[in-house]
């Protein structure tokens, strides 16, 4: 007879279960190139130079067996004159110079011009996370951080799009990019999402990514205003089946600036695994021989850290500190950095967290190159590693660094305001174009959606027409200026107009350029960075950092004192000093300074009243008799109770915070002890707080109480009310008053 | 530095009532070749000679039309072109005044003939 295959003990069935569990690891394997850096068929660092500045020999490769991406590198991406020096730099030495504060970032980036791929890859995997957390914030290209959202759905439904993007905007990310479930409607979801956008917020860049051509033949018809789904792969391979070749790409990245029109280009480690064709190299290398690319054809930016194939590197080991590797060598090649935290590498909240957090907290041109703004099922890209579920704690771990991720906080008037309009700017120029109708029932849904599962009345072919319409008959966002200054939305026309003539100067066209809201370029050029160790480079101001600090949950001592004020009642009242009780039946209930005053509300949610009528109900229950007073000198609930208890006719007290905190209490004990003590406020209702009166009646008679248990909860109950109690204290000690003596209380229950 | 449009005409006189009144052409929303230059030489001052090549390409191609830049960007992916088309493009780009965009495609029929990208 077979043994039955063992079930894991009961400890490893509950761990399989938690969802890091989820998550696909893989055993270090170079030969799939799945390792992230070093693997042993990774070249080492050479340049071998010819006459006239020809390159023999680059990382261990002979000219003559150079691929495409060598062929470019070597003719186009090297700092030939420095080039002798850089290689020849201990890598050491070239680590410790990107982290050393001292040394300038133009020093650091001087001499990475001159470093082939595989001696930069050298370099900087030597850097460990923290250290690349300072090369981050040193090297970056723009001094002020910023942030890129995803706004896409299901259904291309032009109105929640619109009203989408509007939200965005009000969060504060200053690029937006949409993609398309259907390739047909990419123009209509462009349109829709540049409206949207410019309801929110003026300077906001656009882009919908679709493939190479068709992206770039929106952009010259001004439809949308950037462009970064420009993929690089790092092996000759993958790049040819992406069907591009170096030049193609040198060539559309000129043809995007030759239109004005901003552009990044894309990679990430990982992608070369997952397509099959690694050359067993590292993810790093493959990835560095990108970067190089990048700058060779002349983008002024790469986003990168995975990307798609974020789930393959964070898979390795070393995998995530590879993802902010990549990044950091962007900047190092002087290039903007959109740095990933894009695609969901995790199902584990804790290790998406883990692998975002060093970058959020060292600043980044583009922290997120894609925070998937809506809900996760919405999102065409799949879902991000951040989405609309984590905005309040995006923007909450914002205001414990005290960081700048490039959010604020909006409030719920302000979003449905802008919301409000975009669907309606969307439904006026689509109406003004004869590109579509839309119902009311329809309008008032997008605005009020949560996501497109809230939008059952879109209409699935509204967005193709309008996408057919908009192609063929060659329409520019010059007829949407037009359509919305027509139909009322000259602010928005305005905004989008300024997009428009910003193409005529160009000055977005220089490396890590946005609009801030005054519509000024903010870029390598205009605001460089300039960190040069503690007290340097980008602080936020101070309305920014006020920005920053005032999330929607936050609140004072005031807003606690008229929530309070709120459930004031006329039905506890003082009725004269408290004198001793004879009755052997007569427990005394003592209150604190504020109940009755201040306070009138507990923690649990019942009334200060509800609680001391189940606290009676309790005592009568056993036959006997409650008397309630209120102990103005102390706030301390063990004196509250004691003092009760020594009012007390049977010598037992029952103390009661305004919070809800409650304890039994005997004549005879010390202050600081107890019979019971109900500890945890925020979880004591009404049947236990009749418990609690029942037992007290028990020990004034001699009686065995109940034995209870003080209620548990794997609820962060410290979280959600200890900045409540340091305000109930504060209002406590306030109204606390040693002269005022001990008051009998009269409650009507 | 006040910016004209690749049309020649002054942004300032770019207004939402000229927008309207249908007297803007995305062309005067288009970059100037000489803006494109000023640029190149501000990314030469920011230590990207690369990006400043960028440019100067990109100057060239402002006086190409949407579907002439849209035709050699197709021809210049993989197995789109023989050597003999892409050096003729070449020959074409250089006749009009795109030196730059000439020396690539010579590059890329160059590389391509030795790492079988042409059209087979």
Not at chain 1, 130 to 148: D, H, Y
Not at chain 1, 176 to 183: F, K, S, W, Y
Not at chain 1, 260 to 266: A, D, E, L, N, Q
Not at chain 2, 90 to 103: C, S
Request: aromatic share 6%.
């Amino acid at each position: 007879m077979n043994a039955p295959s063992p079930e894991p003990i009961g400890r490893f069935r509950f761990m399989d279960a938690q969802p890091v569990n989820l998550d696909g690891l893989a055993v270090e394997d170079p030969r799939l190139g799945l390792i992230a850096f070093d693997s042993p068929h990774d070249p080492a660092p050479s340049l071998v130079l010819g006459p006239e500045d020809t390159v023999l020999e680059m990382d261990s490769r002979p000219a003559a067996e150079f691929d495409v991406l060598d062929e470019f590198i070597a003719r186009h991406g090297l700092d030939l004159d420095v080039a002798a020096e850089a290689m020849a730099l201990d890598d050491v030495a070239f680590a410790q110079m990107v982290v050393d504060p001292q040394t300038l970032r133009a020093e650091v980036l001087r001499l990475a011009a001159g470093m082939t791929p595989a001696k930069l890859a050298r370099g900087l995997a030597l850097l460990r996370p923290v250290e690349l957390g300072m090369a981050m914030t040193k090297l970056r290209a723009r001094r002020t951080p910023s942030n890129q959202a995803h706004v896409t759905n299901r259904s291309d439904d032009p109105l929640l799009l619109a009203a989408d993007a509007a939200t965005a905007a009000a969060y504060g990310f200053r690029e937006v990019e949409t993609t398309v479930p259907v390739l047909g409607d990419a123009p209509s979801n462009a349109v829709a999402v540049s409206i949207g956008a410019a309801v929110g917020a003026a300077g906001v860049l656009v882009q919908c990514s679709v493939e190479e051509a068709a992206e770039l033949e929106m952009g010259m018809r001004g439809l949308v205003s950037y462009a970064e789904t420009v993929s690089l792969y790092g092996t000759e391979q993958v790049f040819v089946d992406g069907d591009d070749t170096p030049w193609s790409k040198a060539f559309l990245t000129s043809g995007y600036a030759s239109r004005g029109i901003k552009m990044r280009v894309t990679s990430g480690g990982g992608a070369e695994a997952l397509m099959g064709a690694s050359e067993g190299r590292s993810m790093f290398y493959l990835e560095a021989r990108c970067v190089a690319l990048a700058r060779a054809i002349g983008a002024q930016g790469v986003q990168n850290g995975g990307i798609d194939s974020a789930a393959v590197a964070s898979s390795v080991p070393g995998g995530v500190r590879s993802l902010m590797a990549e990044n950091v060598m962007v900047m190092a090649r002087n290039l903007e950095a959109c740095t990933g935290n894009d695609a969901l590498m995790s199902e584990s909240d804790v290790r998406r967290t883990s692998r975002t957090l060093p970058i959020l907290l060292a600043g980044s041109d583009f922290v997120c190159s894609g925070f998937g703004s809506i809900q996760r099922y919405d999102n065409m890209f799949g879902p991000s590693q951040w989405n609309a579920e984590d905005i309040d704690d995006f923007l909450v771990i914002q205001r414990d660094w005290g960081i700048d991720g490039g959010l604020r906080t909006a409030g719920e008037r302000q979003v449905a305001g802008v919301r409000t309009r975009a669907v309606a700017a969307v439904r006026a120029v689509y109406r003004y174009l004869g590109l579509g109708d839309f119902t009311d029932e329809w309008a008032a849904q997008a605005v009020d959606a949560a996501g497109s599962k809230d939008v059952p009345a879109a209409d699935l072919m509204t967005p193709l027409v309008a996408a057919r319409i908009i192609r063929e008959t060659g329409l520019t966002m010059l007829d949407v200026v037009t359509a919305l200054y027509e139909t009322g939305f000259e602010e928005e026309a305005g905004r989008i107009l300024a997009l428009l003539k910003a193409r005529v100067a160009g000055d977005y066209l220089q490396t890590a350029a946005i609009f801030d809201e005054s519509s000024r370029v903010l870029s390598l050029v205009t605001d460089p960075n300039d960190y040069a160790g503690p007290g340097t480079g980008y602080f936020p101001t101070a309305d920014r950092q006020a920005e920053i600090n005032a999330v929607r949950q936050q609140r004072s001592v005031d807003d606690l004192r008229a929530e309070q004020a709120a459930y004031r009642s006329g039905a506890l009242r003082a009725v004269g000093s408290a004198g001793q009780g004879a009755d052997p039946r007569e427990v005394v209930i003592g209150v604190s300074p504020a109940v009755g005053r201040e306070i009138w509300l507990t923690l649990s949610g019942l009334t200060v009243v509800e609680a001391l009528g189940e606290l009676l109900a309790g005592l009568e229950e056993e036959g006997c008799v409650g008397r309630i007073v209120r102990v103005n000198g102390t706030i301390d609930l063990g004196l509250i109770g004691l003092t009760a208890a020594r009012l007390s006719g049977s010598g037992i007290g029952i103390g009661l915070q305004g919070k809800g905190t409650a304890l039994i209490h005997r004549r005879d004990l010390p202050p600081l002890a107890n019979l019971e003590l109900y500890s945890v406020a925020p979880s004591v209702d009404a049947s236990l707080y009749r418990r609690l009166g029942v037992n007290a009646g028990r020990h004034a008679k001699g009686a065995t109480p109940e034995p209870t248990r003080n209620p548990y909860s794997d609820e962060a109950i410290e979280a959600r009310y200890h900045t409540k109690v340091v305000a109930l204290v504060d209002i406590e000690r306030r109204c606390s008053d040693p002269d005022r003596g001990v008051e009998d209380l009269e409650v009507d229950r | 530095m006040i910016a004209l449009g690749a049309s020649g005409r002054d942004p300032l006189d770019i207004t939402l009532d000229s927008v309207r009144d249908g007297a803007v052409e995305m062309a005067d929303v288009s970059i100037h070749p000489s803006t494109l230059e000023h640029q190149a030489q501000v990314a030469e001052a920011h230590a990207n000679p690369q990006l400043a090549s960028n440019f100067r390409r990109a100057a060239e191609l402002t006086a190409l039309g949407d579907h002439e830049v849209l035709a050699l960007y197709e021809a210049l992916r993989p197995h789109r072109s023989t050597a003999e088309e892409l050096t003729t493009l070449a020959d074409q780009l250089e006749n009009r005044g795109a030196v730059r965009n000439a020396a690539l495609f010579r590059e890329a029929a160059e590389v391509y003939s030795r790492r079988s990208l042409l059209k087979r």
